[in-house]
């Protein structure tokens, strides 16, 4: 039981390349979640999904979109990258129980764009 | 104002000391409250998890929540040095909508 995994575990892009963060989870969990973690600043949400082929925005969705094809992958994608988006990207996973506070989290994804 | 505060620290203590780390809030309508902890360079990980007013014990830790107030708390009985990383707090509503916000996050040192 691997959990929460990401890929991959550091990347830097050039302004205006494009590339896909992957999270997978094989927990059976119905919820999952994208943050990003900025120094300082705490977890801010970026998008989430409450199963298969849902998905909504969280509070700084501008310049990511995902997709939730499978109950186990939700991938990110970053659509021409900017400095603004280096940060470390964290992909979560919840049971449908309690409101999903069990939140299980993989070891993130450091990106930099320069 | 922030939806969700906590004070970054750094918060030094000596080894065995109890442990107390606070978040406040300004929602009413938050009902989950939750406490990680971060080592450096890591995902968070899942400590504790309480639904509305109350407290709650796991081993060293237990969480309290006084939504009176406004305000939760973590403390850490008999803390050792592995305890040392961030603690980050986050609450959310009763909405359906598994939106969590989170605070900045604590940075504790216990000292050896």
């Known amino acids: 039981n691997a959990g929460v995994t990401q890929t991959p575990k550091f990347r830097i892009l050039k302004i205006g390349q494009s590339m896909t963060l992957q999270c997978t989870q094989d927990m059976n969990h119905n919820y999952m979640y994208w943050y990003r973690q900025d120094p300082g600043m705490g977890l801010k949400l970026i998008y989430y999904?409450?199963?298969?082929?849902?998905?909504d925005k969280g509070e700084v969705p501008n310049g990511y979109n995902v997709s939730r094809s499978t109950t186990e992958d939700f991938p990110l994608r970053l659509e021409l990258a900017a400095p603004s988006q280096t940060s470390v990207y964290f992909c979560a996973s919840s049971p449908p129980l309690a409101g999903g506070s069990e939140q299980y989290f993989g070891p993130g994804t450091r990106l930099t764009v320069t | 104002q922030k939806e969700v505060e906590q004070d970054p620290g750094p918060l030094s203590v000596p080894e065995g000391a109890i442990v107390s780390l606070n978040c406040t809030y300004s929602?009413?309508?938050?009902?989950?409250f939750m406490w990680y902890r971060q080592y450096s360079r890591k995902g968070p990980e899942l400590l504790m998890y309480?639904?509305?007013?109350g407290n709650k014990e796991d081993g060293r830790f237990t969480a309290q929540v006084d939504k009176s107030s406004k305000y939760i708390s973590l403390f850490i009985r008999d803390s050792q040095p592995s305890d040392s990383a961030t603690y980050l707090c986050a609450m959310s509503d009763n909405s359906g909508t598994y939106k969590y916000i989170f605070g900045t996050g604590t940075r504790l040192k216990v000292l050896a």
């Open positions: 309480t639904y509305s007013s």
């Open positions: 999904s409450v199963g298969a082929g849902i998905t």
């Open positions: 929602n009413s309508a938050f009902q989950y």
